[in-house]
């Protein structure tokens, strides 16, 4: 093969891996009349869920798409605060993902709304959803949904380095994907955080999904 063939054919790959690396993201929303009227000054994330685990990558997407927030001139209730009274007041997880339920704890921390997110993967998709309810009413201002592709597979998504460590130190290929997929579920254990490829796609979908999102 040729020097310029050569050269040409590494152009392509390296091409070929930004482009896979750097993944897309989409997203949109629906607002309510009502919140353009009467925006919250304060909103408060009180859930979390869907296909993550542990609380320090709950509370990465949760500063993801507070950061978000911020840029359109909200204030944020941070996320300690959210955690203290949902122990305090003993809800379960589950009840927290109704609006009704999340409304009440928005009467708790004493803010004007309060937003949920539901995580899903699926291969090297992820999809977002989110909400923003008015404590008050029970009543839904916002929701917005995003998409996101990574070019990883879940196995790769997640906060897995003990898992990946363990199988490179099997050896043979086959002994590193079971070993990743097995402490890969976005996130992991409670003390994994997203991966980087996690982290950038997490982010794209969220500013995508939010980007209509009216400002203060």
Not at 4 to 9: G, I, P, S
Request: net charge positive; charged share 20%.
């Amino acid at each position: 093969m040729s020097n310029f063939r050569k050269m040409t054919a590494g152009l392509v790959a390296v091409f070929i891996i930004a482009a896979f690396t750097k993944g897309c993201a989409t997203g949109e929303s629906v607002i309510s009349p009502a919140f353009k009227e009467d925006p919250p000054n304060q909103i408060a994330i009180v859930d979390i869920s869907g296909d993550i685990r542990g609380s320090v990558a709950k509370n990465q997407v949760g500063d993801y798409f507070a950061m978000e927030l911020f840029r359109k001139g909200y204030e944020v209730i941070e996320r300690r605060r959210v955690e203290h009274i949902l122990e305090e007041q003993d809800f379960q997880r589950s009840d927290v993902s109704s609006s009704q339920e999340a409304a009440r704890i928005g009467e708790l921390l004493n803010v004007p709304a309060v937003a949920m997110l539901d995580i899903s993967t699926r291969g090297e998709k992820l999809s977002l959803t989110g909400r923003i309810v008015r404590t008050e009413t029970g009543s839904v201002l916002w929701i917005g949904s995003g998409r996101g592709g990574s070019g990883q597979t879940l196995a790769t998504i997640g906060g897995a380095a003990v898992g990946a460590v363990a199988g490179s130190q099997i050896g043979g290929g086959s002994g590193r994907t079971a070993a990743t997929i097995g402490g890969a579920v976005l996130g992991g254990v409670a003390g994994h955080s997203l991966s980087p490829q996690a982290s950038r796609m997490v982010q794209r979908t969220i500013k995508k999904m939010i980007k209509e999102l009216p400002e203060r």
